[in-house]
């Protein structure tokens, strides 16, 4: 086994198909995928499950899912129990990533306290969806990290809120005075699944993916036994939650080329400086 090798590719021993979980890292990892070269083409975007299901992809989704640790989804399967249990269901999940008829399984309903007071509703994948949408994050996020903006540092690869401050900072030095502060309330809430599914279809050719992404969108919530629609909004709890957010949001700061704001599911910018809240 080489140094290039994940950790759990040798364990899985997946078979390889037919063919020729940004944020605090103890808290909801998001593997770091640094982006190369130009974005792609629709075109060149035709067979992406296939890469998406390669087995070193998968080893580190696998690995990516198994640091972040975390809660267990619906079926109850746990991160410990994972490797063990992906590695017997793996041929078959594969089959129905490649032939487009896999299902994800809706998600646990989390309730946690915000600092000022309420609650922030998080929705928990299982923990095999959660490697899977790490598996397909891994593959998207070096075609659209080179479409957003220089000045966005939200929930991105070699970016964070640390280095949003220190530009927030420059900018003070340089003489802007004025700061506006723009929550959007309920953001993850109300993402419209329609528009997001066309920008990313823009981009994306491999319909099977497209169909997964927006599977993973309307695979509805258990809230305490009873199972919700998901007719909008994106899911907070996944590794694609916040890929999903960064993709919805671009339209929301033109028209703001000057000014200071803040995003979580809400947000700051400054010349379109965009950061997870964090205290200034």
């Not at 070193?56 to 129990?81: E, F, M, W, Y």
């Not at 928990?124 to 479409?147: G, K, M, N, Y």
Request: charged share 25%; with cysteine.
């Amino acid at each position: 086994m080489t140094a290039e090798q994940p950790p759990y590719q040798l364990e899985l021993d997946l078979p390889m198909p037919g063919r020729g979980e940004a944020p605090r890292r103890d808290a909801q990892e998001v593997e770091a995928v640094m982006a190369t070269g130009d974005p792609e083409s629709p075109a060149s975007t035709k067979h992406l499950m296939e890469a998406i299901c390669a087995p070193d992809n998968i080893g580190a989704a696998l690995s990516a899912v198994v640091r972040n640790k975390g809660a267990p989804g619906i079926d109850g399967i746990t991160v410990k129990q994972l490797p063990s249990i992906l590695k017997a269901r793996w041929p078959e999940i594969e089959e129905q990533l490649l032939q487009g008829r896999y299902q994800p399984q809706p998600v646990r309903r989390v309730r946690i306290p915000k600092p000022a007071g309420g609650t922030r509703n998080l929705g928990i994948p299982t923990v095999i969806d959660r490697v899977i949408q790490q598996a397909i994050l891994q593959r998207l996020q070096p075609l659209w990290d080179p479409t957003f903006s220089e000045h966005s540092y939200g929930f991105r690869p070699g970016r964070s809120a640390h280095q949003a401050v220190a530009q927030a900072e420059a900018y003070v030095i340089e003489g802007y005075r004025f700061v506006v502060d723009i929550d959007l309330a309920k953001f993850f809430d109300r993402v419209n699944h329609d528009r997001l599914m066309a920008a990313v279809a823009a981009r994306v050719a491999d319909r099977r993916l497209l169909r997964l992404i927006r599977s993973y969108l309307t695979a509805g919530v258990l809230d305490n036994g009873l199972f919700e629609d998901s007719r909008e909004g994106t899911p907070q709890g996944g590794p694609l939650s916040h890929w999903d957010r960064n993709r919805a949001r671009p339209a929301v700061g033109e028209g703001f080329p000057s000014l200071l704001f803040r995003l979580q599911d809400g947000f700051t910018v400054s010349p379109w400086l965009t950061f997870p809240e964090a205290p200034l």
